[in-house]
Each structure stands twice: as structure tokens, then as C-alpha cells.
């Protein structure tokens, strides 16, 4: 049997013998005193131990599911307006990465599978020459990126299956087969 602590009256002690509750109490009381040299602390821990930190934040994450995930919500939801607002900048300072990243996602939702490469975009534009597929009018900053044989048709979303048109091109293209689309255009007999 253990002495209870003169402070706290706890029998819990430490592997040095002090009070637990104690000693976590002074180490608060020095952390709050000393915010600056307590969060340089935190993350030289972490930088030297980051599987051991990766470790222990999923699992408390595991145990932790339904609060952490109210905290999330409730977080997004007093940030949304800077979210909409960061958002909308990415999307208007990267374009083409934007577009990409629409294809990826509607072609995993119809389950067509495949993934467009990061650049993509860049090598389409080299590779017409800036020129729309269907037309021949120039790009410029306003195109779409169009699946060839259309993912309505069960087209897969890679780089062969992708080209740049115009948008009113891509408009009245729609989900129709590729052949289809320039018989009606008048340029396959």
C-alpha cells in the first residue's frame, strides 16, 4: 500500500513515485506559462516520432468516431463561407486541374473506372495544337475536356479516351457516339 499524496490525496502514483494527477497538472500549469516553448516541444515530438503520433491519433480517432466527426461537422459548418470562398479560388487559379478532377470523379460514380494523369490538359493543348477537335477554332482558356466515346456509352476515363472542344461543340455533342456526332456534323459519310 502507497501513501496518499499530501497534495491530492490520489493513491495513483507515477514509475518515479510522484502523484500522477499532480505531476499532469504541473506539467499544464508549465505548458500555459509557457506556450511558446511547450508547442516548439510538441512538434519536435512529433517530427522525431511521426508513425508513433500517426499511430495514436487513428487510434483515438477509432475510439473517438461520433465526437470527432461532430467536431468536424461542426467546424465545417462555422467555416463554410471560407471554405466556399478558398474553394472557388483554387478552382478559378487551377482550371485544368479542376476539370481533371470532375472527370476522375463522374467516372468513378458511373463505375467506368480509369483516372486522367495530372497533366493532361497540357499534353491535349500541345498535342491539337490549341485547336478544337470538332471545329478547328481555337481554344484559348475556354474548352472542355470531352470523353471521346462518352462514359454514358461505358467510355473509360483515361488519357486515350479525352480531347479538348470548344464548349459549344462538347454541348452539342453530348453522350452521342463519336461517329454519330460527325456524320451529323456533315464530316464522315
Avoid at 452521342?176 to 456524320?183: F, N
Wanted: some cysteine; glycine content about 6%; aromatic content about 6%.
Amino acid at each position: 500500500m502507497t501513501n496518499p499524496c499530501i497534495k491530492c490525496g490520489t493513491d495513483e502514483r507515477n514509475n518515479r513515485g510522484g502523484c500522477k494527477a499532480c505531476a499532469k497538472e504541473a506539467v499544464r500549469r508549465w505548458q500555459k506559462a509557457n506556450p511558446e516553448k511547450a508547442a516548439d516541444y510538441k512538434r519536435k515530438y512529433r517530427e522525431a516520432n511521426l508513425e508513433k503520433v500517426a499511430e495514436s491519433s487513428r487510434k483515438w480517432a477509432e475510439v473517438n468516431r461520433e465526437s470527432e466527426l461532430k467536431r468536424k461537422r461542426e467546424y465545417y459548418e462555422d467555416h463554410l463561407e471560407q471554405y466556399t470562398v478558398n474553394a472557388r479560388k483554387w478552382r478559378n487559379a487551377n482550371p485544368e486541374r479542376h476539370r481533371e478532377i470532375n472527370q476522375n470523379r463522374r467516372a468513378k460514380i458511373k463505375g467506368n473506372g480509369g483516372k486522367l494523369s495530372k497533366d493532361i490538359v497540357q499534353k491535349l493543348l500541345t498535342l491539337q495544337k490549341g485547336k478544337c477537335v470538332c471545329c478547328g477554332a481555337s481554344l484559348g482558356n475556354d474548352y472542355h475536356l470531352d470523353h471521346i466515346i462518352p462514359l454514358a456509352l461505358g467510355g473509360i476515363n483515361n488519357d486515350f479516351n479525352v480531347q479538348l472542344l470548344t464548349p459549344k461543340c462538347n454541348m452539342s455533342k453530348g453522350s452521342k457516339h463519336p461517329i454519330d456526332y460527325m456524320r451529323s456534323k456533315g464530316r464522315l459519310i
